[in-house]
């Protein structure tokens, strides 16, 4: 997350989840159904009040976030992080949720490696976030600058193509203005 974005959410954390809509679990969920291995284990980056992680039916689920401000709203367990260097071990998790945040996150080749490495195999990055291609995306990207957030959003097949230069095998869950792309961690022989 840029160091300004930071700042506005630590601003505004105490009113975020009055004015943001909660996370719709459906295409989380089906993105979540991606995996070729049991989901346990859910990491939501970039999660802010955990509205996403709360909206999933998995056993454990920590909210990473970089502003700390965000986290003092969540109820459930946290770490203050970033997304590029991720505090957790190789093959540590199940699951990465990115919800409606992946926009605020610089250095997008460096997250897209450190989910690669923390997802054990046949674990599953979903990410939901803008298509600016679209014309509310335009409108959004437009209000975000207005703002004074330091936003930069990419389209689901452009996001695909990164995700898949990393190594994951990707689906497009849901198009549109709201997009979620599910990314696969490919099972290594003998797992």
Known sequence: MSTGD??????FARYYDLFVPGAKATNLSRGLETATRPVERLVDVGGGTGRAARALGVDQRVVLDASRGMLSQTALSSIQGDAGRLPLATDAVDAITVVDALHHIHGWDAV???AFRVLAPGGV?????FDPATVPGRLLVAGERLVGFDSCFESPDRLRERLEAVGFETRLIDGGFGYTVAAVVPKREGT
Do not use: G, Q
């Open 6 to 11: 930071v700042a506005l959410f630590d601003r």
């Open 112 to 114: 897209f490696e450190e």
């Open 125 to 129: 990055l979903v990410i939901s976030d």
